[in-house]
């Protein structure tokens, strides 16, 4: 047996009334003018539902401040003006957990360890430390320069060194220890 739905009731015409233009307001949404009453009669109770939630003034009047700003920009939304107070209350409770989020995710940020850098004088002194280290290089015989950059800048062992050069072993100990002697000498010499 098919299943007939009823009809829906036709809606009553409405007969205009004074009310009506007070309807038309409320429709349009809610004024600034009452949006400034409602921050007049209740700006203080909304601070205090903030500190609730917050532990510092500042934040609290941000908070609450944000919450008219953001009341006003949506006020034709709000089409009640006796829910424009409930607007506001969710409004200040929703961004004090939003500043409560930024907060935890700062101290989370902030718990990990800074990896230690140098300033900006040990940088400068480091510098100066290479320059007068590659002026000093400069300033070796050539074997004894080859010996130290691979041995000491290229990580290799003196058996790698004699073989690369193609000298002996003990012939690599020997410019490797005058070359270090001749660096220590003009490292410590005045420029």
């Keep these: 047996m098919p ?32 949006l400034t009453e409602t921050y007049r009669a209740h700006y203080r109770s909304l601070l205090g539902l903030a500190a609730l939630l917050l532990d510092d003034t500042a934040s609290c009047e941000d908070v609450v401040q944000e919450a008219f700003i953001r009341v006003h920009s949506a006020r034709k939304r709000v ?15 929703n961004l004090s ?12 940020l902030l718990s990990k360890p800074m990896p230690d850098m140098a300033s900006a004088e040990e940088g400068a002194y480091d510098q100066l430390e290479r320059d007068s280290l590659i002026k000093a290089m400069k300033g070796l015989q050539r074997r004894q ?18 073989e690369t050069l ?23 010499a005045p420029a």
């Design 97 to 108: 957990r939003s500043a409560l989020r930024r907060r935890i995710l700062g101290l989370k």
């Design 3 to 34: 299943v007939i739905a009823p009809m829906p009731a036709a809606r009553p015409t409405r007969i205009p009334s004074q009310r009506d233009g007070a309807e038309d307001v409320a429709a349009a949404g809610t004024t600034v003018d009452h």
């Design 79 to 93: 089409r009640d003006p006796e829910k424009t107070l409930a607007y506001l209350r969710q409004t200040v409770v």
């Design 166 to 188: 193609g000298i002996s072993l003990g012939s690599v100990k020997a410019y490797g220890s005058r070359g270090i002697a001749a660096l220590r000498v003009a490292m410590e």
């Design 145 to 162: 320069r080859e010996v130290l950059v691979l041995r000491y800048f290229a990580d290799m062992t003196e058996a790698q060194v004699a």
